[in-house]
């Protein structure tokens, strides 16, 4: 089968969920199928990218979105209907090249990751095609809107009704669509978004290995340091959760790593606080922390630190928001909290009982490994692609 995937970002390098995700599966996609990759770039490209992707697709197709195309593309968008999600990533020599795409590669299938670029297939109703909604940004807006100031407030709520129509007027232009959680496909606002597939993440266990590595840090954080639920969340577990083990545990040590922290992140640093920033293997800063703690307020999707930890053999602290999309059993896989004492209580139990914390992290292990593998959410997806017919 020949597969067009779409994409709003480049898939290397693997700093961020979408990315990650779009690239295993390119990778596993490749072992059955021709595939040829359109993404849209809105930064600097890397300069190992297309040589990474020509690995596993037969043509990249690349095409830049410049500062001054991306303020036509928000002002156009304040005038239109299109969610800013939507706006941002469109614009006509786009259009132009993926029309050409289709034309000359002629593809058995176009695959579409986020509702980000479904604009530029829906009139393509000749070729069947499946949207991966992957993440609810209609949900996730709800939740920024509610948190954001004054100003702000009136255009995260316009965004978020925008958000929720086009999540459901979209629906109906592919022929098959998939999520990564169960959580997520419940707020899909269509009346039958019981046909929405749950695709799950996977973890490469091979790469994620446990290590006997000395351990620097007690706690970790790790993600996209410059994406708003990122922020929110450590933000909290440093400002509220920490002072309250540090009255026990007042030499507690924490790791914030990941990809362009903020200036909000950057603030958190102190004698007890460390941010590393973009590290070339990620595993450096798992091989280094005791538990992984991800106290996300206003997730959505499913959290890869969560996977990767696990298949690390870290004992991992999360909400109940969090765990709702990846499932584990809260005491026996994984700590599940909502309230900073709780979080606390956790982290303190786990530093003061290595064995029991061990029995978490193994518990943990053998949950990812059952239930999160690349090669088996993406035969899923493959077996979604060859049951749609035109």
Partial sequence: MKLLVVLSRVPYPLEKGDKLRAYNQIKELSKKNEIVLFAI???????????????YC?????????????????????????PFQVAYFYFKKA?????????EENPNHIYCQLIRTSEYVR???????????????????ERRKDKANAFLKPLFEMEHQRLLRYEATIFDAFDSKIIISQQDKNFI?????????VVPN??????????????????????????????????YLVNKILPLVRQKF?????????????????ALQSSHVFVSGWVNDIRTNF???????????????????LLEAMAMKIPCVTSTLANNALGAENGKEILVADEPEIYAKHILFLLENPEKAKAIAQNGFQFVVKNYTWENSVNKLQGIFESVKK
């Avoid at 770039?41 to 690995?55: Q, R």
């Avoid at 259009?95 to 034309?103: L, T």
């Avoid at 009139?123 to 807006?141: C, N, R």
């Avoid at 007042?250 to 950057?266: D, N, T």
């Fill in 202 to 235: 996977g973890v490469d266990t091979d790469f994620f290995k446990a290590s006997e590595k000395e351990k620097k840090y007690d706690l970790l954080f790790n993600g996209n340091m410059n994406y708003p639920p990122n922020v929110e969340s450590v933000i």
């Fill in 95 to 103: 259009q132009n090249e993926i029309d050409k795409i289709i034309q």
């Fill in 41 to 55: 770039n809105d930064g600097t490209l890397h300069k190992d990218a297309l040589g990474e992707l020509n690995k």
């Fill in 250 to 266: 007042p030499q507690i040590r924490l790791l914030i790593s990941g990809a362009s922290p903020s200036q909000k992140v950057l």
């Fill in 123 to 141: 009139k393509h109703k000749e070729i069947p095609k499946t949207l991966d909604y992957m993440d609810v940004f209609s949900k996730g807006m």
């Fill in 287 to 305: 091989y280094q922390s005791k538990i992984l703690v991800a106290p996300m307020q206003i997730s959505i999707g499913l959290q890869n630190k």
């Fill in 58 to 82: 037969s043509k990249v197709k690349i095409i830049s979105l410049s500062k001054f195309q991306i303020f036509k593309n928000l002002i156009r968008g304040l005038f239109s209907k299109l």
């Fill in 189 to 197: 606002p269509h009346p039958r978004k019981a046909e929405i597939q």
